[in-house]
């Protein structure tokens, strides 16, 4: 038996696991209690990373789809086929036939994140997909029109806080996101424990708002008018205290006479939040020592998404609390992502797409739009694609027109362990290593962490026989596409030498070395100082950095950019001017997430699926009976795009006029290898989410508020029921 200690990859909490093993086994995953930052902290999906490792059903070596079904072939087979079809494609259509999408587990492995980047970029391609556009864009859009740099992102600071106002997000159950923070059950009862106050704002009671002082229900899709509202409070109250930001803050004054028109009592129909309550929240938030304002997934794929996060930014601004313990901060991570020019500041709208005009942010266009510029002809159409750890046809806004988009497809590649619904779709499938076969450092997550920490994990596994990483399944495609001219700068000795020098370990040494803890420091951090201490290392609380960190030109904070003022007028239209005669039955359609699932891929894990049927609707008890629906039958859902059957739940935790299924499911369509998640396979929420329906401001998708109706199915089984009408 072996004990190992690494991080956990699945979800951005970075939890350090201790790891025991006999030979090839996992024989249990624990806690680690001398993990500086998690302190042994876990939630159930950490070990189905057992599952993960052990599952007949994830790919290791590389197959090609036939009339026959999938057929193992060789890497070299398999590699030398993918460039040279890449480069027909390519060649054919030009370079931007070719399209690429990164999913979210890419962010997670260090790999993709430095060896995918690059080669991303060298493939020349403007057809760039990846999953921020089906989840973060809009903080990106915000901290690159305020800050200068799209990955400077202000991060709440959870243990410090005296007041933390959750909007759109359920941490408990996520366990944070851009919010690095294992344990956050555990740091919100210790917010309260020390006197400070959670307040949350959702459409559903979620585990994280039973945990809260107060909850209030909204209708989706409002929250900008909400904040408007608690700024048009501060304002008019003289509760505005920037202290010392003002030094280098631009545009307070233009925000207060924005803010002017949007009162609370303006805002009390569309969010169905009393006015007094607006303006209780906003006098409660002002007065708190410190108080800080996060909202994530329901606040950012919503209609506003570009508007909440530059709100919630400016809220944090104007109350003193941005860059201050207790507040919302910035990072300074080891290997520091801002210095290394691994991402560019980054930029927005410098071209639109092909087909709707959609924005790029940053070289990448919108998913919602991919499978449009599939499936309309004309030149620029995408004929081939490349997919990276992700699953669109389950996480993209009406996943079933890009399953459709995909099977027209002239080529597709994928690497990927798994034949998931998307993946089932390429003619090559390369997988990588698991999880636990490689070397690990959160390239990504250190920088949206409460805690400066750094934790570097070899691999707990050799790679079985001829494995690649993924960082070599780039590096391999990269040169053989140089080969055959498409990296036209990157050639010959050149080539080899930076392919064979720039392996994430010595990326990694040099990141650390050059970074604020490297040699600049008494720390002296490097990668050899992380392999002595594997449960990793503290580096203490985020500090006050602002105004050097900021990477505007003139170090001052636009809090009033002119894209985002100017989408000001598209909120006045459609949640100020008259309401939309709202058809009878409709009722609002919201995600949520599961606390044993991880968006599409753990499902083919047992113990992750086992008990009780967890892909259901939720809905009010009010809506239930008006519509003669009763817990535990098959409702049929129905929105502009799709149709679905679906078990309902009834329960108070939902707001009457709005319904919740979570996202992710849908194993049931034909040809994909999963056999435990075929078996709990429930359905897709985005057979019904419309990719017509977006943040017209940042390209985001707009999940929140989907217009549905629900109705008995024809076909209906009475079930048991799991919930009684209340
Ligand atoms: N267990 C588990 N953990 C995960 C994941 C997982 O799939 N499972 N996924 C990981 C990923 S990729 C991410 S990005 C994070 C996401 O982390 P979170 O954002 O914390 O997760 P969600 O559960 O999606 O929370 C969104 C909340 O927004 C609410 N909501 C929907 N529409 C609106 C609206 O218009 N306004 C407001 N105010 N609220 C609204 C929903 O009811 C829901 O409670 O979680 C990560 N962690
Ligand atoms: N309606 C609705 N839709 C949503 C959301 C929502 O809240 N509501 N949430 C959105 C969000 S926040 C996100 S992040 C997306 C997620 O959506 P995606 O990023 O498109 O997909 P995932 O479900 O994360 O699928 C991950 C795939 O990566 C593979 N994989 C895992 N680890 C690795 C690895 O190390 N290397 C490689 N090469 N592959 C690997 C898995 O096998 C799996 O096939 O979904 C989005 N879609
Ligand atoms: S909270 Fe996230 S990082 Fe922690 S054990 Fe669970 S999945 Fe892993
Ligand atoms: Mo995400």
Request: hydrophobic content about 40%; glycine content about 10%; aromatic content about 6%.
């Amino acid at each position: 038996m072996a004990l190992h200690h690494r991080t956990c990859t699945l979800c951005e909490a970075m939890c350090g696991l201790a790891v025991e093993v006999e030979g090839r086994t996992v024989t249990s995953i624990r806690g680690d209690k001398e993990d500086p930052f998690s302190r042994g902290f876990l939630c159930p999906k950490a070990t189905a990373l057992a599952d993960v490792q052990a599952d007949p059903d994830r790919l290791r070596f590389p197959v090609r789809r036939t009339a026959g079904g999938w057929q193992r072939v060789s890497w070299k087979e398999a590699l030398d086929e993918t460039a040279d079809r890449v480069a027909a494609i390519q060649a054919s259509g030009g370079r931007d036939a070719l399209a690429v999408y990164l999913g979210n587990p890419s962010v997670h492995n260090w790999g993709t994140v430095l060896a995918g980047v690059p080669l991303v970029k060298a493939l020349g391609t403007k057809n760039r997909y990846s999953a921020t556009s089906l989840d973060q864009l809009p903080h990106h859009v915000a901290a690159l029109l305020m800050f200068g740099h799209q990955l400077l992102l202000p991060i709440p600071d959870v243990d410090r806080t005296d007041f933390l106002l959750v909007l759109g997000a359920n941490p408990v159950v996520s366990n944070g996101s851009l919010m690095t923070a294992p344990g956050m059950p555990l740091r919100l009862k210790a917010l309260r424990a020390r006197g400070g106050r959670l307040v949350v704002v959702d459409p559903r009671r979620t585990e994280t708002a039973e945990l809260a002082d107060v909850h209030h229900f909204i209708r989706p899709g409002t929250d900008a008018l909400l904040l408007l509202a608690m700024l048009h409070t501060l304002f008019a109250e003289q509760r505005v205290s920037p202290g010392r930001l003002a030094d280098f803050t631009d545009g307070v004054q233009a925000v207060a006479r924005l803010a002017a028109e949007f009162s609370p009592e303006r805002a009390a129909g569309p969010t169905c939040i009393p006015a007094e309550s607006i303006r209780l929240l906003a006098r409660e938030f002002a007065a708190a020592r410190s108080a800080v304002a996060y909202g994530r997934v329901g606040l950012s794929t919503q209609g506003f998404g570009g508007l909440c996060q530059w709100l919630l930014n400016v809220l944090n601004m104007v109350t003193g609390n941005l860059d201050r313990a207790g507040g919302a901060m910035f990072t300074r991570p080891a290997f520091d992502v801002l210095l290394a020019s691994l991402a560019g500041r980054g930029h927005f709208g410098r071209r639109r797409s092909r087909v709707r005009g959609l924005p790029e942010f940053s070289g990448e266009f919108p998913v919602a739009t991919l499978a449009e510029e599939i499936l309309t002809p004309g030149p620029g159409r995408i004929t081939g694609l490349l997919t990276v750890a992700g699953n669109p046809v389950l996480s993209a806004p009406n996943g079933g027109r890009l399953d459709r988009a995909l099977a027209t497809l002239d080529f597709m590649a994928a690497v990927d362990f798994y034949v998931n619904e998307t993946t089932r779709h390429a003619h090559l499938i390369l997988p990588p290593t698991s999880p636990l076969e490689h070397d690990h450092y959160d390239v990504v997550f250190h920088l949206l962490a409460v805690r400066n920490t750094a934790k570097y994990s070899p691999g707990l596994f050799a790679p079985e026989r001829g494995a690649m990483h993924d960082w070599q399944i780039f590096n391999a495609l990269s040169a053989r596409l140089a080969r055959r001219g498409r990296l036209g700068w990157l050639r010959g000795g050149a080539r080899s030498l930076l392919l064979s020098v720039a392996t994430p370990r010595r990326v990694l040494d040099l990141a650390l070395r050059s970074g604020p803890y490297g040699w600049r420091s008494a720390r002296r951090l490097s990668l050899r100082a992380l392999e002595e201490a594997p449960h990793g290392v503290d580096l203490g609380p985020l500090e006050p950095c602002l105004p050097a960190r900021l990477f505007t030109p003139d170090k001052r904070i636009r809090l009033a950019p002119p894209e985002l003022v100017a989408d000001l007028s598209r909120l006045r239209e459609r949640l100020l001017g008259p309401a939309p005669v709202a058809g009878d039955g409709w009722l609002q359609l919201v995600g949520r997430r599961d606390l044993r699932s991880n968006n599409s891929w753990m499902h083919n894990s047992p113990r992750l699926v086992k008990g009780p049927e967890r892909c259901t609707l939720l809905m009010h008890p009010g809506d239930a009976s008006r519509r003669g629906l009763t817990a535990g039958q098959l409702v049929e859902v129905e929105s502009r795009v799709g149709r679905l059957a679906i078990p309902l739940e009834v329960s108070e935790e939902m707001m009457p006029g709005t319904v919740s299924i979570p996202h992710g499911w849908g194993h049931g369509r034909p040809g994909v290898q999963a056999g435990v998640a075929t078996a709990h396979a429930g359905v897709s929420i985005n057979d019904l989410t419309d990719d017509e329906s977006v943040d017209a401001l940042t390209g985001g998708a707009a999940f929140s508020g989907v217009p549905v109706r629900v109705a008995a199915a024809v076909a209906d089984q009475p079930r048991k029921p799991r919930s009684a009408v209340g």
